[in-house]
């Protein structure tokens, strides 16, 4: 596997279909290691400390902050996510493909510290696509529904800042072309 020491941001917006994509890449992939992320926010149904991240109070995040931990922090919807960094260099240390999935000011932090990493922003085939794909969870209020629209928004207009945009309409063809970004295959 080439680049194989790389380190791969993946950001897009809430519903562009990031989790599908990314545990599909997990599944091909396995030397792939997916960062957990620590958070204040409370776990959804099913999720798992350790797993899906690392669920901090306020006041631990705020201490991994003030003590360096974070490779890279931002707030989204009220609540913090941070990318721990010791696992991170260790993984990369040891030669591993490290993938973050995170959200755009992280994303731009990274490319400050990491400027040899390689940052792909997902985009929906269109806003109204997005949209439609937002509201049929049918799991948010209207307000939620509007925040996460104007978020999208400022997220979709940043697309041109990262090395490449992958559009997903199609599922498998949005992995391949995830795949050759992060120089998976050779075709
Ligand atoms: P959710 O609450 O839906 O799991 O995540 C909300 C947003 O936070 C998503 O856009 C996700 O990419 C982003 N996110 C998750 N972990 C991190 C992180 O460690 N750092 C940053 N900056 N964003 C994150």
């Keep these: 596997m080439a680049g194989s020491s790389r380190l791969i941001v993946i950001t897009g917006p809430s519903g562009v ?15 792939i290691w997916l ?3 620590a958070t204040t926010r409370t ?7 350790g797993v899906n991240y690392f669920f901090y ?8 902050v003030a003590e360096g931990g974070l490779l890279e922090w931002a707030e989204f919807a009220a609540n913090c996510y941070g990318t721990p960094r010791i ?4 993984h990369l240390a040891a030669g591993r493909p490290v993938l973050l999935e995170i959200e ?6 990274v490319r400050t ?12 085939p269109s806003f109204e696509e997005l949209e439609r794909r937002i509201r049929s969870r049918g ?4 307000d939620a529904i509007q925040r996460r629209l104007s978020r999208a928004r400022d997220e979709l207009n940043a697309q041109d800042e990262f090395d490449a945009v992958v559009i997903n309409d199609d599922l498998n063809q949005a992995l391949h072309q995830l795949e050759q970004h992060m120089r998976l295959t050779s075709d």
């Design 17 to 31: 279909g990031k989790g599908i994509l990314i545990q599909r890449l997990l599944d091909q992939y396995p030397k």
């Design 35 to 37: 960062s957990v992320s």
């Design 43 to 49: 776990p959804r149904e099913g999720e798992k400390e």
């Design 57 to 64: 109070s306020r006041d631990r995040f705020n201490d991994l």
């Design 87 to 90: 696992p991170v260099e260790q």
């Design 104 to 109: 755009l000011e992280g994303a731009r932090q």
């Design 113 to 124: 510290s990491f400027p040899d990493g390689f940052q792909i922003f997902l985009a929906p």
């Design 139 to 142: 799991t948010d209020t209207e």
